[in-house]
């Protein structure tokens, strides 16, 4: 930790989601945003960090493994089929590692579910995209009802949708998977991942259908709103577009859009999953300042 209370941060990955998320960081009172990590320096994510004024690296992961002060937190913006790779060569080095790719390496997290429980991982997985904005509104109605069937669609403009991501649409899928059955108990889970080819550009969003027990408009419409408002707490542009509940049927949508920053207003996959992982950072040096705190009294 520095002497004004900041950790030190790396984001490794130059994509969309790395150049995004440096931008945000960089706006972090709370963190010491001090490397953006890639190999190739053609790579346009380099440049665009560089005209911010930070210190860029083409050496990957070695950029931070052979360095005389590791960083507190490094956010891997890379790929899922790199990460467990990442993970290992860190670890020796007590550095937190917040993955934004799908690999489920980690301790799968969502700020408004488990956000606490992040504190004491070393490796936290921040799921999807999809998983971010569909999660806290499912897990807060299972924790009232009985969910026996989940299915999450999720749509993203083609423009908002990196190489790596790409490549990883079927870990994307399967961790989206995962992660709902985990947080809210039902069994009988699908996610579908669209990448729309739409001009203008599709807003991000994703719809969620649901079967359970005892679902009523009345109760599923509070649970949602109640749950929405604290996604918004640090995404100001998640948006709950419709909620009905027929026959013991919810269907539940909503729409991210991305504000400020360096990304279009449509991409709103990136601007969630970028502010729940920096959210999660931030509560972590919050965690930390409070340790270091009392040990001093």
């Given at each position: 930790m520095n002497d004004d209370g900041r950790l030190s941060v790396a984001v490794l990955g130059a994509g969309l989601i790395g150049v995004d998320l440096a931008a945000k960081a960089l706006r972090s009172g709370a963190?010491?945003?001090?490397?953006?990590?890639?190999?190739?320096?053609?790579?346009?994510g380099l440049r665009q960090a560089a005209r911010l004024g930070l210190r860029?690296?083409?050496?990957?992961?070695?950029?931070?493994?052979?360095?005389?002060?590791?960083?507190?937190?490094?956010?891997?913006?890379?790929?899922?089929?790199?990460?467990?790779?990442?993970?290992?060569?860190?670890?020796?080095?007590?550095?937190?590692?917040?993955?934004?790719?799908?690999?489920?390496?980690?301790?799968?997290?969502?700020?408004?579910?488990?956000?606490?429980?992040?504190?004491?991982c070393a490796d936290v997985n921040m799921v999807s995209c999809g998983g971010q904005a569909s999660i806290p509104l499912l897990h807060a109605v299972s924790r009232r009802h009985r969910l026996d069937y989940v299915e999450v669609v999720t749509t993203a403009a083609t423009l908002s949708v990196g190489r790596s991501t790409r490549l990883n649409l079927d870990e994307y899928v399967e961790t989206t998977q995962d992660a709902v059955r985990d947080f809210t108990g039902a069994k009988d889970v699908k996610s579908i991942l669209n990448i729309s080819p739409a001009r203008p550009p599709a807003t991000f969003r994703v719809a969620m259908s649901l079967y359970g027990d005892h679902l009523t408009q009345e109760s599923v419409s509070a649970l949602v709103e109640?749950?929405?408002?604290?996604?918004?707490?640090?995404?100001?542009?998640?948006?709950?577009t419709a909620c009905t509940v027929n026959d013991g049927r919810a269907f539940i949508a909503v729409e991210v859009t991305a504000r400020g920053d360096r990304i279009p207003k449509y991409a709103g996959n990136i601007d969630i999953i970028n502010s729940a992982a920096l959210h999660i950072a931030e509560q972590y040096t919050a965690g930390r300042r409070a340790a270091v705190e009392r040990e001093r009294a």
């Open positions: 963190l010491d945003l001090r490397l953006i990590v890639g190999r190739d320096e053609r790579t346009p860029t690296s083409t050496d990957g992961i070695r950029s931070l493994t052979e360095t005389d002060e590791p960083f507190d937190i490094v956010f891997d913006a890379t790929n899922a089929m790199s990460h467990a790779r990442h993970a290992e060569l860190l670890a020796p080095l007590g550095t937190t590692l917040i993955d934004l790719t799908p690999s489920r390496v980690g301790q799968m997290v969502v700020p408004t579910v488990n956000g606490p429980a992040a504190a004491a109640n749950a929405a408002a604290g996604v918004r707490a640090f995404v100001g542009g998640y948006d709950v």
